[in-house]
């Protein structure tokens, strides 16, 4: 049984002393604390906010080597992703699974040379790949993706990756973490570091729901914050010189007719060199992504004018029939945390990862991707050993199976009451996503638990009041709770409506 964040809460005050402390509760600190647990370590993660609220439930939704980082001759990168790809669809099969990608080619030297581009991702896999890619001619394009402009294509190549849920994979990681012994705890905040004689011993911590603070000791910290990682490190150290640059990226979703298949496109020419996704995801399509440097460091960052035109005039050079902005269901941006690297431009910047260790002991990781957030967990925990004074215990997690005690993402057949006719999410999911997975807000069950604000902002903002009605059952609000909570998520669903942009 998974204990509740109650439970959780009174076990992590009670223990004073950890092994390992980890702040963050995004891909890469969720994927820490499941390495660090299962090497027998007592952990503790603390996340301020929900699990995911920040970059990570906000990504294309593919585990993949990275075709662009080969074009970049990041040969290195793409090898490591592809591997960690392929242990992804080993041990997460509930929530990763293949997808067929197909470049459609409309000039006549583009199968040639995506082909042979496509053949070295595919020899770079070597035994943890999905199936060879392969020229594909008029028709069979138009077979596979019935929705793409026929003028002027002259076929494609297909070739394959891996497809995953984002936040149901976080929430996958959370259990598994927590049926290892370890405690992981959102909306539990870090104000500050505890230093013994120059050292990083510990953090002071805020319960965001009750207000206190209390301080936790740990032989190792832990900063695993992603497009936050600099507010930690200056915590440790008020003069140390920025590390992240961030970069947004945004997504629209549009129903699925736009497409009309289950066949992923992958546009590799356009105006600025990004290379452009169209994902079927959740019965939508989902089209992303854009690379548009930030400075500002937002908890809920709001896509520009300029990016989803930017999309709908790109993706429009491909489809049979365009949509418009009246067509989108739904756009969000994240922030990705890019590792500084002088003034290249961000599209340019190397997603791989960076492990810093301060002079007081904070061990720093950020960077990286989703697809590699296990390798940059078993590097963390790796270098955090050596603080443990212990001998090194070898990771576990390159063949661990994750957790799969997570909410369908269709409606069962217990019965339960579907919370709208336009979404797949039922009563029960609801229910689940509080008893189970720790949700705490209206947010974190539409945007987080089910997908329902990513799929339709104006559907999630219909319903909300639905889902806090069954949340006070569980939670026990009473109708002023009720209705703070619907007001709050109406106010962050605006920002995922392209209409009040």
């Known amino acids: 049984m998974i204990p509740s964040r109650d439970e959780l809460l009174k076990k992590a005050v009670s223990t004073k002393r950890w092994d390992i402390i980890i702040i963050g509760g995004g891909a890469t600190g969720l994927g820490v604390a499941v390495d660090a647990a299962t090497r027998g370590y007592t952990t503790l993660l603390v996340e301020a906010r929900d699990f995911g609220k920040g970059t990570s439930s906000k990504s294309t939704k593919l585990i993949h080597g990275g075709v662009r980082y080969l074009r970049q001759g990041n040969i290195k990168m793409v090898m490591k992703a592809l591997r960690e790809r392929g242990r992804l669809l080993n041990n997460a099969p509930h929530i990763v699974h293949p997808l067929r990608f197909v470049v459609p080619c409309y000039r006549w030297w583009h199968k040639p040379w995506y082909g042979i581009g496509l053949k070295l991702y595919d020899a770079l896999a070597r035994n943890l790949g999905i199936a060879p890619s392969k020229i594909l001619n008029r ?8 929705g793409i402009n026929p003028v002027g294509l002259r076929g494609g190549v297909e070739y394959w990756d891996g497809q995953f849920d984002d936040a149901r994979l976080l929430v996958s990681l959370a259990q598994t973490a927590v049926l290892n012994q370890a405690i992981v705890l959102n909306y539990v905040e870090v104000v500050d570091l505890v230093k ?23 032989q190792s910290v832990i900063n695993a914050t992603g497009i936050e990682t600099d507010f930690v490190r200056r915590m440790d150290n008020v003069a140390a010189a920025p590390m992240m640059q961030a970069a947004q990226g945004i997504h629209v979703v549009v129903d699925s007719s736009f497409l009309s298949t289950d066949t992923a496109i992958m546009i590799p020419d356009t105006d600025d060199g990004r290379v452009l996704f169209g994902v ?31 999309l709908i005039s790109h993706i429009a050079r491909y489809l049979s029939k365009p949509f418009t902005r ?42 990286g991707k989703w697809t590699t957030y296990r390798q940059m967990a078993e590097d963390a925990i790796n270098r955090a050993e050596r603080a443990l004074g212990r001998p090194r215990r070898p990771s576990i997690t390159r063949t661990l199976a994750l957790s799969d005690r997570t909410s369908s993402d269709a409606t069962s057949g217990s019965g339960s009451k579907q919370i709208h006719p336009d979404l ?28 329902s604000l990513f799929l339709n902002a104006a ?18 609000w009473d109708e002023n709770r009720q209705q703070s909570e619907v007001k709050g998520f109406l106010q962050v669903a605006k920002i995922y409506s392209v209409h009040h942009i």
Request: hydrophobic share 35%.
């Open 139 to 146: 028709e069979e394009t138009l077979s596979y993706v019935p």
């Open 280 to 310: 079927p995801w959740h019965g939508k399509l989902l089209v992303g992504t854009t690379d548009t440097p930030r400075e500002e460091i937002s908890k809920e960052p709001e896509p520009l004018e300029v990016e989803i035109d930017y």
């Open 459 to 476: 559907v999630a903002m219909e319903v909300a009041p639905k889902v806090a009605n069954l949340m006070a059952n569980e939670l026990g």
């Open 196 to 218: 013994t004689k120059g050292l990083v011993t510990g953090v002071r911590v805020r319960d965001v729901e009750s207000g206190t603070t209390f301080e936790l000791e740990a």
């Open 424 to 451: 797949p999410y039922t009563e029960d999911d609801v229910r689940r996503a509080v008893t189970d997975e720790w949700a705490r807000s209206v947010e974190d069950v539409l945007a987080r638990r089910t997908r």
């Open 326 to 367: 009246k067509d989108v269901l739904s756009v969000f941006a994240g922030l990705r945390p890019l590792v500084r690297a002088n003034k290249a431009e961000t599209k340019s910047i190397s997603r791989d990862h960076t492990l810093e260790v301060s002079a007081s002991g904070l061990v720093t990781i950020t960077g």
